[in-house]
């Protein structure tokens, strides 16, 4: 098979929308880029959260609104669709489920014939496809069964793909990191992260990520109000989300000190990981949402900063060897596994150095070479 030169990426968010999947098509498509001929297409927001992207290779952008619940529908891989349907193509690359319906929509109107299509998936959207109407109806569950390839981001994914989907070829890909994670953090940003911290926070354990469900922060609180009052640490979660009301509530109920920061940088985030004790992940399944992969894990451990994560979907597949996995199970040995593994801290240095070498690991050109690979492309 020939080379596929010209490469059509699709997907519902990409910078300056913020979240993994957007830092993930970035992030591949970039490398992409160095090897074949890129173009991506993806929505224009009005307005976003996140950084621009300064993108070495053209962005069709394409309305569709500015809110998140916009970005859950029909009109998303239609509007989508119908760009893809005049976009010149060897290949498309689907980085998500609107991405998947789109390259149906296209087929529909009688574009990409004779174009390969493959689908990237994270684990919550191949669930997804197999048990939500809307993904039949928009076409992405047709899109993964006729894909040349479905790659993944972990090998917890990829169990998923290959009995969803048996009869389409599936490849581990995997995730890779930005090695501006593993830099340090300055003495301004490190300045800005303690301006929001107490006077004299104690324990730190950090959290990141969207507060819903799913990312299990309320586990994680009823663990350290578990632990004795004096020796219960400073919660910090970066995020923001659904059930931030509930957590707060939570928390002072229980008596455990919680910080949530909203709307703060990569360069908050990483200093925090820098200054915190500890890094936790509680991933719960919540339907067919499923932590596919833990990237913040990897984030955390390019800082040096000790994690522990609950055995739940693909998260533990980031931990560093040595952190703690915390049984699925949310009883009464959390607190005791979380008090000891605080009072290790981070005191060893060549654990610390062990960390960020095991995130250093994690390498996006190779991500993008091994997409390169299972497609023929």
Request: net charge positive.
């Amino acid at each position: 098979m020939s080379c596929a030169r010209r490469w059509v990426i699709v997907t519902g968010e990409y910078p300056p929308w913020h979240g993994g999947i957007s830092r993930t098509a970035a992030a591949i498509a970039t490398c992409l880029s160095t090897m074949r001929e890129v173009r991506v297409v993806a929505p224009a927001y009005a307005t976003a959260s996140g950084s621009e992207h300064a993108d070495a290779f053209p962005v069709t952008r394409v309305a569709v609104g500015s809110s998140r619940s916009k970005l859950r529908g029909l009109a998303v891989a239609e509007a989508l669709g119908q760009a893809l349907a005049h976009t010149p193509a060897d290949i498309v690359l689907c980085l998500d489920h609107f991405g998947a319906a789109a390259v149906t929509s296209a087929r529909r109107r009688g574009a990409l014939r004779g174009v390969r299509h493959a689908c990237f998936a994270h684990g919550t959207d191949l669930l997804s496809v197999a048990r939500r109407p809307w993904f039949r109806v928009g076409g992405a569950h047709r899109a993964y069964a006729t894909a040349c390839s479905i790659l993944v981001n972990s090998r917890f994914t990829l169990g998923i793909a290959r009995r969803s989907f048996p009869d389409t070829p599936s490849a581990l890909a995997g995730l890779g990191l930005d090695p501006w994670w593993l830099e340090g953090p300055s003495d301004a940003e490190l300045a800005t992260l303690n301006a929001d911290l107490p006077a004299q926070p104690g324990r730190i354990i950090a959290m990141a990520g969207r507060l819903d469900l799913r990312k299990g922060h309320g586990l994680l609180i009823r663990a350290v109000a578990a632990l004795p009052a004096q020796d219960r640490p400073l919660l910090v979660a970066a995020g923001n989300g659904p059930e931030r009301e509930r957590l707060t509530s939570l928390a002072d109920r229980l008596g455990v000190h919680l910080l949530i920061a909203s709307g703060r940088s990569d360069a908050w985030l990483r200093a925090l990981y820098r200054r915190a004790d500890a890094m936790a992940l509680a991933p719960v399944r919540i339907g067919t949402t499923v932590e596919g992969f833990g990237l913040v894990l990897l984030e955390a451990a390019a800082q040096g900063c000790p994690c522990f994560v609950r055995a739940s979907g693909g998260a533990a597949e980031a931990l560093a060897p040595g952190d703690l996995l915390l049984p699925a199970n949310a009883g009464a040995c959390w607190p005791a596994l979380i008090a000891e593994a605080l009072a290790v801290g981070r005191g060893d240095l060549a654990r610390e150095n062990e960390r960020r070498t095991w995130a250093r690991g994690f390498d996006w050109p190779a991500v993008a070479q091994r997409i390169v690979d299972a497609t023929n492309g």
